[in-house]
């Protein structure tokens, strides 16, 4: 069965600076889809970034990065010189035939 | 840019009403979906549907839910008699590759049921 697991719940990251959001997932499919979503406080779902699990490189998507990392299944979401507008919820999720999302984060950018 | 909608974007209704949530996806797009997300909890899958069909449904989509295609570019999430439990934000979502492509979520509708 597919799982996907966000373990922080809350993250806080100083204006211009970095910040990882972490993900990790199981599944025995070869073949699947890691994305990202946000969630402003408005509520609706923007798509960031997409990484293939046959994809060789990480994506890259402006100032969002995807950090892939197929053997210890993890696909982290990097987010840099963060803004005020980045504030949000941070969704991960994986496709194999639906999409399973984890329970996401909540990303404050402090000025 | 093309983008999915729905209607309404709040609606109010009381227990034991029938509901019908409306979409439209992005119009090239074959495969759609519908997502619940319970207020302060994850997004969580309904259903998809391709070809006029059901391709695959969650434990959650139950007999009470229903989806349909009714003509060239609405999809339609029916829920026959609405449960305090149904109270959420439902998502419709569509894509053109239903493995390796971006689904695109629609702004949302919001169902308070009374």
């Known amino acids: 069965a597919q799982k996907i697991t966000q373990t922080q719940p809350g993250m806080f990251v100083q204006e211009k600076e970095a910040v990882t959001l972490d993900c990790t997932y199981d599944t025995s499919d070869p073949s699947y889809g890691l994305f990202w979503y946000k969630q402003p406080s408005s509520g609706e779902m923007i798509f960031l970034i997409y990484?293939?699990?046959?994809?060789?490189q990480n994506a890259t998507e402006g100032r969002y990065s995807l950090n892939f990392q197929k053997a210890r299944k993890s696909a982290n979401l990097v987010i840099s010189a963060s803004q005020l507008g980045d504030s949000a919820m941070y969704f991960c999720?994986?496709?194999?035939?639906?999409?399973?999302f984890g329970a996401g984060t909540r990303l404050t950018v402090k000025p | 840019e093309p983008e999915v909608t729905q209607t309404p974007s709040h609606q109010v209704t009381q227990m034991g009403q029938e509901v019908i949530l409306r979409c439209v996806p992005i119009?090239?797009?074959?495969?759609f979906y519908w997502y619940r997300q319970i207020l302060g909890q994850k997004v969580e899958f309904l259903v998809s549907?391709?070809?006029?069909?059901?391709?695959?449904k969650s434990e959650i989509f139950d007999d009470q839910f229903s989806v349909e295609r009714p003509d060239g570019s609405n999809f339609t999430l029916k829920i026959r008699s609405t449960k305090l439990e149904d109270s959420a934000m439902y998502f419709c979502?569509?894509?053109?590759?239903?493995?390796?492509?971006?689904?695109?979520f629609g702004p949302g509708t919001r169902l308070t049921v009374l």
């Open positions: 549907f391709y070809n006029n069909e059901i391709s695959e």
């Open positions: 119009s090239n797009h074959l495969y």
């Open positions: 999720a994986m496709r194999h035939n639906d999409m399973r």
């Open positions: 990484q293939g699990s046959y994809d060789q």
């Open positions: 979502a569509s894509t053109d590759r239903p493995r390796t492509d971006t689904q695109y």
